[in-house]
């Protein structure tokens, strides 16, 4: 991704720090620091991810904000039990004369972690794709938040400041020190 961003114009001249965003720390302070598309659930322990929530905290400004963009987790999950009571699902994404595409995964509900692979079959071989993640609800965001002196300042359902309700499948949520949020 970092070759990538160079080779844009001007991404030559960007200060640029490859490292885990739970732990990394930088020099200076920011009013913005951002996690988007999900990254947060790449962290696959409620540990890891209160870190995040505590590092990005350390790195703001006074009046700087901290913004999450994230999935709502889905319930459909925990439908998906099967005959011995484990949450687990395998979904065809593809199927076409070239191949297929299947999606498998478990859910653990205690650790609220999901374990999936992209598996494609085709002419080609097979190809593997797996991904681990957990899954983090708004509430419990806003807890973390809390816990490193933030407070939800903004969350909408979109980048489009679309508001966010029961129905949404996303947040964009905005956080600032405690003492600034209200």
């Not at 905290?57 to 994230?70: I, S």
């Not at 687990?88 to 498998?104: K, R």
Request: glycine residues 10%; aromatic residues 8%; negative net charge.
């Amino acid at each position: 991704m970092i070759d990538r961003l160079r080779a844009k114009p001007g991404g030559d001249a960007l200060a640029v720090t490859c490292g885990d965003m739970a732990t990394t720390a930088l020099p200076g302070r920011y009013r913005l620091v951002y996690v988007v598309f999900n990254s947060l659930m790449n962290l696959v322990s409620q540990d890891e991810q209160v870190t995040c929530v505590e590092n990005a905290a350390r790195h703001l400004t006074d009046d700087g904000v901290f913004v999450v963009e994230n999935v709502v987790p889905d319930p459909m999950y925990a439908l998906r039990r099967d005959r011995d009571g484990v949450d687990q699902y395998v979904d065809a994404e593809h199927i076409g004369p070239d191949g297929v595409t299947v999606e498998v995964g478990r859910f653990d509900r205690v650790t609220q972690r999901v374990d999936k692979c992209h598996i494609g079959l085709g002419g080609a071989g097979v190809r593997l794709d797996p991904l681990a993640l957990r899954y983090v609800w708004p509430s419990e965001l806003d807890l973390m938040a809390r816990i490193a002196g933030l407070r939800l300042r903004d969350r909408w359902g979109g980048w489009a400041g679309e508001p966010f309700d029961g129905r949404s499948l996303r947040h964009v949520s905005v956080y600032a020190r405690a003492e600034r949020a209200g």
